[in-house]
């Protein structure tokens, strides 16, 4: 249901039992809409896909690491999605004169980088990279338990602290990724199965060598 978050909520206007025109919730109904209507689900991704969607970001499992193993981590098992709080792209915490302070919240640059999500996590990132990326906007995972974050974002989104030439970088925890047009193509094609992520064999994982990326989908056990 969290799909419907983006930007395709009115959908609950559609039958009495999951509100009507009144938003009045039916505290004995047991469905979801895409279970009163299965339909609905596919209305819902192609309405994203070919509008956009503005939500910018969810609270939610996910860890990253570096190619030397430098861990991102902000995980915790069976934490559900929810909108969060999140900090935009062009805000960058103030550089302070403590040299221990400075050297947490130094960017540095990436040469590789592997993105971990749990399962529910994981499920969004086609809606993501076509909802979201695919009409020149940003989306943030932020960690449900702690200070990562990992920001998404191509070449028209001004503010962020990764570019073309360092497509990866990283301030403390929080982690940017630059999405070029013809890598959006191929992950938007090489993830296509993660909506049915739920039939899938966990761990699994993406490698694109030739980005130096790796994404990991993995169970809330692992996580």
Not at 131 to 154: E, M, N, P, Y
Request: glycine fraction near 8%; charged fraction near 20%; charge should be negative.
């Amino acid at each position: 249901m969290l799909h419907m978050s983006m930007g395709w909520g009115w959908l609950l206007l559609v039958f009495v039992r999951t509100g009507g025109e009144w938003l009045i919730c039916d505290m004995y109904r047991g469905e979801s809409l895409f279970e009163l209507d299965p339909s609905y689900q596919v209305k819902v991704e192609e309405g994203v896909c070919r509008e956009g969607s503005n939500l910018s970001g969810v609270s939610g499992v996910c860890s990253w690491e570096d190619a030397e193993g430098v861990v991102g981590i902000g995980s915790v098992a069976n934490s559900s999605l929810a909108p969060a709080p999140l900090p935009e792209v062009h805000q960058l915490p103030p550089a302070e004169d403590n040299g221990s302070i400075a050297e947490l919240i130094r960017t540095r640059t990436l040469d590789f980088v592997h993105l971990k999500f749990n399962q529910e996590s994981g499920s969004l990132l086609p809606l993501v990279l076509k909802g979201r990326l695919k009409h020149g906007r940003h989306f943030t995972f932020k960690s449900a338990a702690g200070d990562v974050a990992i920001t998404l974002v191509t070449t028209s989104v001004e503010g962020s602290f990764a570019d073309n030439k360092h497509p990866y970088a990283a301030h403390g925890p929080w982690l940017h990724i630059l999405v070029e047009d013809d890598f959006l193509e191929t992950l938007i094609n090489d993830l296509a199965d993660l909506t049915q992520i739920n039939k899938a064999v966990l761990p699994k994982r993406y490698d694109w060598k030739d980005k130096n990326l790796a994404i990991s989908i993995v169970s809330d056990k692992d996580t």
